[in-house]
């Protein structure tokens, strides 16, 4: 088998599409793509080149101020992926997202992973508006035995 038709198995296999061969794989036998929603619409919204200035707090009343800048792209209609290079606390700092709609599920999702931490960050949320409204539940920054809610806008 070549190697394109061992790659046309493996992803139809990941994509779960039961009967499939190299052939149907190649051929014009592949399953209907979806099509984006308007929410998926919002997701572009991360396209571009920013400095950016935030704003964390470990205590309440007390925030530290970080700079960065964010790189933001689409993965073809559905996802947007950012990363993001600054310094947080005086510590070099490097993250990647991804963010996405579930049009099925009716509901915003996303991933993060950064350098200061070996946690991946699984979201859930909605799309208001042109706002991207995501929950998690993360290690606590006073006891990383512990997992706590966040919320991020």
């Avoid at 310094?87 to 993250?95: N, R, S, V």
């Avoid at 991804?98 to 915003?108: E, I, Q, S």
């Avoid at 995501?134 to 990383?144: E, F, V, W, Y």
Wanted: charged share 20%.
């Amino acid at each position: 088998m070549s190697k394109f038709a061992t790659f046309c198995v493996l992803l139809c296999m990941a994509h779960g599409i039961g009967q499939c061969t190299p052939r149907s794989c190649a051929g014009d036998q592949l399953p209907q793509m979806p099509k984006p929603v308007a929410e998926h619409q919002v997701l572009k919204n991360f396209v571009g080149e920013w400095d950016c200035e935030m704003e964390s707090f470990m205590e309440p009343g007390k925030p530290t101020k970080h700079k960065s800048t964010v790189s933001g792209k689409m993965v073809g209609d559905f996802w947007a992926a950012i990363d993001v290079k600054g310094d947080l606390a005086g510590m070099p700092f490097a993250g990647h997202g991804t963010f996405g709609f579930d049009a099925a599920k009716k509901k915003a999702i996303g991933t993060w992973v950064d350098s200061m931490g070996d946690f991946l960050w699984m979201y859930d949320g909605k799309i208001e508006g042109n706002k991207l409204l995501l929950n998690a539940k993360g290690p606590s920054p006073m006891d990383p035995t512990k997992m706590i809610p966040y919320r991020d806008t």
